[in-house]
């Protein structure tokens, strides 16, 4: 199904959606351990997971948020 095609409810839903809160903070400590050289092979594979998790919905997000202010449901974010 197209964004165009969904309910203001849905589209608000997306522009407002975030990551699963244990997602979020196991896709910190990872980043934390990379940073820190100490991740193991199982470890990247799973930071690499997590990674696109973020990012499919960060482009979710995104799209929610660029219908909604197309509809006039939000205020855009730059004037």
């Not at 309910?7 to 196991?26: F, G, H, K, N, Y």
């Amino acid at each position: 199904m197209c964004i165009r095609d969904s309910s203001d409810t849905a589209v608000l839903a997306l522009a407002d959606s975030t990551m699963e809160p244990s997602d979020d903070l196991r896709l910190s400590e990872l980043l934390y351990r990379q940073q820190a050289e100490l991740l193991s092979e199982p470890e990247h594979v799973e930071l690499a997971r997590l990674m696109e998790v973020y990012q499919e919905g960060l482009l979710l997000k995104s799209e929610g948020l660029a219908e909604a202010v197309r509809r006039g449901l939000r205020s855009p974010l730059v004037s």
